[in-house]
DNA sequence: CTTTAGCGTTTAAACGATTAAATAGCGCTG
DNA sequence: CAGCGCTATTTAATCGTTTAAACGCTAAAG
């Protein structure tokens, strides 16, 4: 078995000291060492094939050049492209990513951070879960770098890179206001997160600004937990009743595909019978018969933004709180309807 | 700033040497520390909150309780699930994972190994690039653990976790022949990886096998790199000629998606005019018109076996090498059409 | 001819933990 | 009361690397 190549190997093959070697392979340029003293030991450590061994300098330096994501679940599409656009750019940078699911949950968010602070990772990025100040809080107590995507908290100042959710949402209920519609539902989910709460309150908001007054019982509020049932009892009460609302806007990507089965289920048809409009790309939204009309976050933009901000701050920047509120773009397609007045 | 703890703090609280804590805090059971002593520390290190620090131990024993994941493309959903059964059966054991995209280059993958054993991680778990046998023999020679899955080099002993590429396919065809189609084309990578190898083999000896002669100009190979010009342009081949195929066996999950997007394009009705076969599940497989008929893969017996068997290497166990073929199911929907005969 | 400066290299401490080996302190025994 | 045997604790080496400080040597300066 081939063993690893170390710092002693090579300085007792040239026949020097430990340190000699460690100061040509890492300083070099302007170091003092001699320059056939260098070309040397530069010979033999590639001729052994040295690798550093990145634990002992992460010992030596308290640095792991890692990054603990941790997203509500990386196998949801949406997560899964952002986990891939922020592991290009940490990897541009010499970072490694090391991911993990919160599930939506405080506690499970609480035992992963510990897990990979005690991995000493350098910093987070953090989708954070509903309840889980406490640990943004211990993170700015400990001085660990962290940015917060997709959802942030107000009331603590911090890294965060978040789109503007209200007009997202506003505008999103606007273009259906714009196809005919007086009644409209919104099924979003029932945390008290910032960036629900905002979509909530574009939608709202939107319909009150055209003089439709918006009825309680349109808003159905969803356990993350218990989506799938939630999602079709939502349905149910917003269509199966007398009167039906004649669109439905859903605050994400995966309500969307729980709604949208039930609405084939019941037979409706997109857009005569109801109109959508979804949050987030979702690939079964170019499929369905009806294309969905979506709002598309800035992606790549979100990632690198993120990522960008971390590592500044792990470098030691002191510049303060990094804030990026990114804007969306709406891509309209047929399930939203055509611009005209719906009679009903 | 709270200052992180370590054994040196609790040490010089209780007044006593290092080792003495480490004792304690490490072994404790069967330890010859005496009971108030210990009880003592311990009281202590809970008041000071004492996490030890992993990279030191890592040092020491050589061990980090990483598991390094690389893929494919960790944005592609067949990835990001097998990612996510990953990460919790890892997670049971107390393992991270960090995870890597290779594009299904063999030097992008070669880049990402170098950097993920530097940082010492305890082993692997590879979707092979083409290419990369190399790599693979590195692992071997280094004595470091790994698993392949998805795909596996057959001249190469080592452990992997696979399906039984043959027969999904061969199935998968003979029910596109038993819904009465005699010319069948056949979309998949153009690579000369096993896995794909045996999916056209099982589609072409399903033909065969039926007394349908298999024509070269039905199978279609499509570069990774450039899968969309690809599949469009092979589709046009297959379908905008005379006689077109009847039905189409798409090897993958994205080479089926870019080709629905062809026939939408061409006008042509699923499975009127065309029927089909994919690999892998796809959220949009749900909504297209016709849902469509695909191979479904067991991914949480894939992905849970492939840690079982690396967690147990990596523990030592020189049981040789550990190798699954897990089977696939087979799932029947519109878009292969109705079993009947095809008249043409 | 002594002092100083500079160069190239080595020594040694440090990062935080583990652990084999040494040691100190104590009670017993012959 | 010397000597042995325990036991509880400490010392010190170790993992692989970094880096400040020390060192030995030559050559220029005073």
Redo the contacts between chains.
């Keep these: ?2 063993k ?1 190549t170390v710092l002693k190997d090579i300085a007792e093959k040239v026949g020097v000291s430990i340190a000699t070697v460690s100061y040509v392979l890492s300083k070099d340029k302007g170091s003092k060492v001699s320059t056939e003293m260098s070309e040397k030991i530069k010979k033999v450590a590639r001729e052994l094939d040295y ?6 300098k ?2 030596k330096s308290g640095k ?1 050049f ?1 990054i603990g994501l941790v997203v509500t ?5 949406f997560f ?2 952002i ?2 656009i922020i ?2 750019e940490a ?1 541009k940078m010499g970072f ?6 919160s599930d939506e949950k405080s506690e499970k968010s609480w035992g992963l951070l ?7 990772v350098d910093g987070f990025i953090i989708v954070p879960a509903e309840g889980s100040e406490d640990q943004i809080k211990y993170l700015k ?3 660990i770098p962290f940015i917060l995507i997709d959802r942030h908290f107000p009331e603590i100042p911090s890294n965060y890179v978040v789109i503007d959710n209200f007009k997202a949402a506003y505008s999103a209920v606007e273009r259906l206001i714009s196809t005919g519609n007086k009644k409209i539902g919104v099924i979003a989910y029932g945390n008290s997160l910032i960036h629900m709460k905002e979509r909530i309150r574009g939608a709202v908001e939107a319909m009150e600004n055209y003089g439709l007054p918006f009825k309680d019982e349109w808003l159905k509020k969803i356990d993350f937990a218990n989506i799938q049932t939630d999602a079709m009892k939502a349905m149910e009460d917003l269509l199966v009743v007398d009167p039906p609302v004649t669109a439905i806007f859903f605050a994400s990507n995966s309500l969307a ?1 729980h709604g ?2 039930k609405i084939d289920q019941l037979g409706l048809k997109v857009p005569q019978d109801v109109a959508i409009v979804s949050f987030d790309q ?3 939204f ?4 009806s294309p969905i009309t979506y709002v598309q976050q800035p992606l790549n933009e979100l990632g690198k933004q993120a990522v960008n901000i971390l590592i500044h701050e792990i470098s030691g920047d002191q510049s303060g709180p990094g804030q990026r509120t990114l804007s969306t773009k709406l891509v309209i397609r047929e399930s939203c309807g055509k611009e005209r007045l719906r009679e009903d």
């Design positions: 078995m081939k690893k690798q550093p061994n990145q634990i002992a992460s010992l792991t890692t679940d990386i196998s949801n599409p899964a492209n986990a891939r592991e290009d990897a490694t990513v090391v991911f993990s699911s510990k897990f990979l602070i005690n991995r000493q107590e400990l001085h595909i949208l089965k979702g690939e079964a170019d499929f369905y018969y």
